[in-house]
T-cell receptor
Framework: SAVISQKPSRDICQRGTSLTIQCQVDSQVTMMFWYRQQPGQSLTLIATANQGSEATYESGFVIDKFPISRPNLTFSTLTVSNMSPEDSSIYLC?????????FGSGTRLTVV | SQQGEEDPQALSIQEGENATMNCSYKTSINNLQWYRQNSGRGLVHLILIRSNEREKHSGRLRVTLDTSKKSSSLLITASRAADTASYFCATKLTGGGNKLTFGTGTQLKVEL
């Protein structure tokens, strides 16, 4: 199954700034998925990133706040823009891989 | 929004005992998957059960699926301290494309 390298693993950021999270997959995949996990909560899908087209955002998430890039079939970035303390969460990328999905190790973001 | 509700929210057992977690979902599914998450890090895929399957085994794991009741259960037999983690069910919805929708999760603690 695919292996995902996600970075940074954690960061502490000032409110009003932006953070870009990167995910590198060791094989080519059509879709990459970005999730948010708020403290003590389950995972919520932010968007699906397809190579060569605009990402598809879920209800409640907008491109201005969470711009996504997908320059090729092995790489994607998620930016959390104009951060506020409410953005403090774990952010995870994921790809479908055979039976089930593979996840990156997550980025733990704290906004102060 | 969450597709699945899991119960219990938290479960504490002694090593060697069995742990059972339940997941209920709302709409028609293609398959249901179970994941484990250690300490808020990346998720690990445990097992997938298709909508036309009723039971599946993998090592110490046993999963059942009842599509008439829209529910699934995960049984971990002979639990170990290393099984301490959060467990999530996730559904791939019929007509929902490739994305997963996660349940609320069960926090399992296995004590020595």
């Amino acid at each position: 199954s695919a292996v995902i390298s996600q970075k940074p693993s954690r960061d502490i950021c000032q409110r009003g700034t932006s953070l870009t999270i990167q995910c590198q997959v060791d094989s080519q995949v059509t879709m990459m998925f970005w999730y948010r996990q708020q403290p003590g909560q389950s995972l919520t899908l932010i968007a699906t990133a397809n190579q060569g087209s605009e990402a598809t955002y879920e209800s409640g998430f907008v491109i201005d706040k969470f711009p996504i890039s997908r320059p090729n079939l092995t790489f994607s970035t998620l930016t959390v823009s104009n951060m506020s303390p409410e953005d403090s969460s774990i952010y995870l990328c994921s790809v479908e891989a055979g039976y089930g999905y593979t996840f990156g190790s997550g980025t733990r973001l704290t906004v102060v | 929004s969450q597709q699945g509700e899991e119960d219990p929210q938290a479960l504490s057992i002694q090593e060697g005992e069995n742990a059972t977690m339940n997941c209920s979902y709302k709409t028609s599914i293609n398959n249901l998957q179970w994941y484990r998450q250690n300490s808020g890090r990346g998720l690990v895929h445990l097992i997938l059960i298709r909508s036309n399957e009723r039971e599946k085994h993998s090592g110490r794991l046993r999963v059942t699926l009842d599509t008439s009741k829209k529910s699934s259960s995960l049984l971990i037999t002979a639990s170990r301290a290393a099984d301490t983690a959060s467990y999530f069910c996730a559904t791939k919805l019929t007509g929902g494309g490739n994305k997963l929708t996660f349940g609320t999760g069960t926090q399992l603690k296995v004590e020595l």
